[in-house]
C-alpha cells in the first residue's frame, strides 16, 4: 500500500522525481510498486513587474552548547547569544531553555541495505532504547521509518512506546542498495514541515548513498528549509572491535565526510563508531543534547528574496563553548 506519493523539483539539472512512502503492510505484500510515470512539472505563472509580495517569517533555530568535553552547558539566557545573518546582528523574538522543554519530533531512519545484515538485531534494541530516552509522554512523538533502495514509514508519529517498539522489532531481513539522500529528503518534505516544536532526523547507516536520485545538497536544503537538525550514526567499521580514532567521530572516506557535511550544515553531528558501546554512548549523547537545546527565533532584517543566508552564532562573552546549529538556509518566497 502506497502512503503517499510527492513530485518534487530537485535543480535545475534533476527532473521531477516520484518516490513514496510503503506501509508494513505493502512490504507483507511483496514491497512497494514501482513508481507510476511521471507528469511533466506545470509551469509557474510569472507575475507582473507591478506586483511583489513580501514575507515575514520567523526563523527557528535549535542551538547546542557544549563544554570541551562535548557535554551541553545550561544555565543561559537570551542575552548570552548573539545571531548573525550574513554577518548582520539580528534581534532575537523568542527564547526558551531546557526548563521551558519545546516538544520533539524525531524521526529515526534505519539503514537495512544487504551489509546490515549482521549488525541489524543491536542497531534494532538500540534505536528503542533512545527512543525510550528522548520520547517523553504526552509531550514529544517520534516515529521510525527504514530505507535501503526504498523508504518505508513503519510508524508515524506517536508517543505511545509499545506501537514504536512494534515497529523496529518488525525489521527482520535486509534489503538491498542505499538511499540515504532520498530518505532525508522524504521524511524531512513529507513529515517535518508541518511537526511543531523542534524537528530531528536520527539516522543509522553503515554504507554510502548507492541509490538516490535527490544528492547531498538536496538533502542539506530540504533539512535546513524544514528547520530540521539531522544527526547520523555510521556503523561502516563495524560493531565487532574499538577502530582506533573512529570513537573520536574522525570521518574515514569520501562517504564519511558527506555524512559529516549533512549533519554540521543542518546543526547536528555525525558518529563514527567502531563497536557496541559506541552506538550505545552515540545515542546517549544525542538524547542529552536535545535534552539541553535553547531555542531562539528571529525576524530576518531583509525579505524572504530566494537568497541564501549564512547563519553564524556566537556567546556574547565568548569563551572556549562550541556553539552548533545550522548554518544557514534558503529564504524563499514561498
Avoid at 562535548?70 to 548573525?84: E, H, M
Avoid at 539516522?203 to 530540521?228: F, H, N, P
Avoid at 577502530?243 to 570521518?251: I, N, Y
Wanted: with cysteine.
Amino acid at each position: 500500500m502506497r502512503l503517499a506519493a510527492k513530485l518534487f523539483l530537485l535543480s535545475a539539472s534533476v527532473a521531477a522525481c516520484a518516490w513514496a512512502f510503503t506501509t508494513k503492510e505493502a512490504a507483507a505484500q511483496g514491497g512497494a510498486q514501482p513508481p507510476a510515470a511521471r507528469p511533466q512539472q506545470t509551469p509557474t505563472p510569472q507575475q507582473s513587474d507591478q506586483t511583489e509580495t513580501v514575507n515575514v517569517r520567523i526563523v527557528r533555530l535549535p542551538i547546542s552548547v557544549l563544554d570541551k568535553k562535548d557535554q551541553p552547558v545550561s544555565g543561559l539566557s537570551a542575552s548570552d547569544f548573539v545571531v548573525l545573518e550574513d554577518k548582520q546582528p539580528q534581534r532575537i523574538e523568542s527564547f526558551a531553555d531546557e526548563k521551558v522543554g519545546v516538544p520533539v519530533h524525531v524521526a529515526v531512519l534505519m539503514d537495512i541495505s544487504g551489509s546490515t545484515a549482521g549488525k541489524l538485531s543491536f542497531e534494532r534494541d538500540a534505536a528503542k532504547d533512545f527512543l525510550y530516552t528522548v520520547v517523553r509522554a504526552r509531550k514529544d512523538k517520534g516515529a521510525f521509518a527504514t530505507f535501503d533502495e526504498n523508504i518505508s514509514l513503519l510508524q508515524d508519529f506517536t508517543d505511545k512506546m509499545d506501537l514504536l517498539d512494534t515497529a523496529v522489532d518488525s525489521v527482520k531481513k535486509p534489503g538491498t542498495n542505499t538511499a540515504l539522500w532520498d530518505a532525508v529528503w522524504l521524511v524531512c518534505d513529507e513529515k517535518m514541515r508541518s511537526a511543531p516544536g523542534r524537528r530531528v532526523v536520527v539516522v543509522i547507516t553503515d554504507g554510502d548513498d548507492t541509490a538516490s536520485r535527490a544528492r547531498l545538497k538536496d538533502a542539506i536544503e530540504i533539512a535546513q528549509a524544514t528547520e530540521t537538525t539531522v544527526f547520523a550514526i555510521s556503523t561502516k567499521a563495524g560493531l565487532s572491535g574499538v577502530v582506533p580514532g573512529v570513537e573520536m567521530g574522525t570521518p574515514k572516506d569520501a562517504g564519511d565526510r558527506e555524512l559529516d557535511q549533512l549533519c554540521n550544515e543542518t546543526g547536528g553531528k555525525a558518529f563514527f563508531i567502531g563497536d557496541k558501546l559506541g552506538l550505545e554512548r552515540a545515542f546517549g549523547r544525542v538524547a542529552r543534547e536535545l535534552r539541553s537545546q535553547y531555542v531562539v527565533t528571529y525576524k530576518p532584517t531583509r525579505p524572504f528574496d530566494g537568497s541564501y543566508r549564512r547563519i553564524e552564532v556566537k556567546l556574547a562573552a565568548g569563551g572556549d563553548y562550541k556553539v552548533r546549529t545550522r548554518r544557514g538556509y534558503t529564504a524563499t518566497k514561498e
